[in-house]
């Protein structure tokens, strides 16, 4: 699986973007597909995810009710709505599929399986 992250960019507070994910390449084999970031010297942390054939979602506390994830299996995409953006969301987002079957859409980077690239997201104040 092969997957290309786009949308970032540069905005100010209380602005929104969208990113997007394309997915391609064995497809079928997707369980989950997840937003991560990461800023300078900081690890790796969830921002949300969502079942590829449900509509299980699951999203970071510091998330909630700003962000949306979504997804459309025609195109194989996924996005990340996110609304009133604060200087402290900068970072380089990743998406991420997981192909292990489960029930509630996994927190850990460790438990996906492909990346894509990262598309930096930087919010000024």
């Known amino acids: 699986v092969q997957l290309q992250a786009s949308g970032g960019g540069l905005v100010q507070a209380g602005d929104s973007l969208r990113l997007s994910c394309a997915a391609s390449g064995g497809t079928f084999s997707i369980y989950f597909m997840g937003w991560f970031r990461q800023a300078p010297g900081e690890e790796r942390e969830f921002v949300a995810g969502i079942k590829w054939t449900a509509s299980n979602t699951r999203y970071a506390d510091s998330e909630k009710g700003r962000f949306t994830i979504s997804r459309d299996n025609a195109r194989n995409m996924v996005y990340l709505q996110m609304n009133n953006l604060k200087p402290e969301d900068t970072a380089v987002y990743y998406c991420?599929?997981?192909?292990?079957?489960?029930?509630?859409?996994?927190?850990?980077?460790?438990?996906?399986?492909?990346w894509g690239q990262g598309t930096l997201v930087t919010v000024s104040s």
């Open positions: 991420a599929a997981k192909k292990t079957p489960g029930w509630y859409v996994p927190l850990s980077a460790g438990e996906y399986d492909f």
